[in-house]
């Protein structure tokens, strides 16, 4: 079974910067289709980020749009999610996904990726 594990969260201040990792074994990591998502304090799991297997499409949730960057390297079989100017706001445990289907305009919907990380966690102090 495919396995993703994050890395790179940690205890920041607001404005501070933070580059996640998602590291993919498994199947080849350039069939995949790839997400970030986030997790705050209760509240529900919510998009941030997407990548096509390509890099040719990349699709980012409002809130996060012109701070964060996702990105990936196929031969390093790994997603990175740079985060910068980061708010308080942005406090939450950070997933990544990963799914064998172009997802497309789905981009957006956790339900239908297939496979998740355990998650690193996020804390952006004001």
């Known amino acids: 079974q495919v396995q993703l594990v994050e890395s790179g969260g940690g205890l920041v201040q607001a404005g501070d910067s933070l580059r996640l990792s998602c590291a993919a074994s498994?199947?080849?990591?350039?069939?995949?289709?790839m997400g970030w998502f986030r997790q705050a304090p209760g509240k529900e799991r919510e998009f941030v980020a997407a990548i096509t297997r390509g890099s040719g499409y990349l699709y980012y949730a409002d809130s996060v749009k012109g701070r964060f960057t996702i990105s990936r390297d196929n031969a390093k079989n790994t997603v990175y999610l740079q985060m910068n100017s980061l708010k308080p706001e942005d406090t939450a445990v950070y997933y990544c996904?990963?799914?064998?289907?172009?997802?497309?305009?789905?981009?957006?919907?956790?339900?239908?990726?297939?496979?998740w990380g355990q998650g690193t966690q996020v804390t952006v102090s004001s």
């Open positions: 498994g199947r080849t990591f350039s069939s995949y289709f």
């Open positions: 996904a990963a799914d064998l289907v172009d997802l497309g305009r789905y981009y957006y919907s956790q339900s239908r990726y297939d496979y």
